[in-house]
């Protein structure tokens, strides 16, 4: 089996900016989607931006020119810098892997198999 472990997380005032970053193994980009999903208390895990085998990304509408999704093939790491953060965008960050299939964009969390153990971004105003 597969581990995807977070890092980068961290408490930041609204407008910093943050890169949260995960390492992959055993989920080869030649078969499976990556990407990170959040969760914050109260609310349901929601998709914030994802990468597919041919490197398409997609991005939720509430961080759209704000975070960037990128992948570092050489060392299997998944970067998503996040800038101009606010409040709304604290929460339990995860990454997560699924293999590939046509659905993957619309980032639903139930359909994604494999998650890492989370990592918090605290954002203050």
């Known amino acids: 089996q597969g581990q995807l472990v977070e890092s980068g997380g961290g408490s930041v005032q609204a407008g910093g900016s943050l890169t949260l970053s995960c390492r992959v193994s055993?989920?080869?980009?030649?078969?499976?989607?990556l990407g990170w999903f959040r969760q914050a208390p109260g609310k349901w895990r929601e998709g914030v931006a994802g990468?597919?085998?041919?490197?398409?990304?997609t991005y939720t509408d509430s961080v759209k020119g704000r975070f960037t999704l990128s992948k570092d093939n050489a060392n299997n790491i998944l970067h998503l810098v996040m800038n101009s953060l606010k409040p709304e965008d604290s929460a339990m960050y995860y990454c997560?892997?699924?293999?590939?299939?046509?659905?993957?964009?619309?980032?639903?969390?139930?359909?994604?198999?494999?998650w890492g153990q989370g990592t918090q971004v605290t954002v203050s105003s």
């Open positions: 990468i597919d085998i041919a490197g398409l990304t």
């Open positions: 055993g989920y080869p980009d030649s078969e499976y989607c």
């Open positions: 997560a892997a699924v293999q590939g299939f046509s659905g993957w964009s619309a980032m639903i969390a139930h359909e994604w198999d494999y």
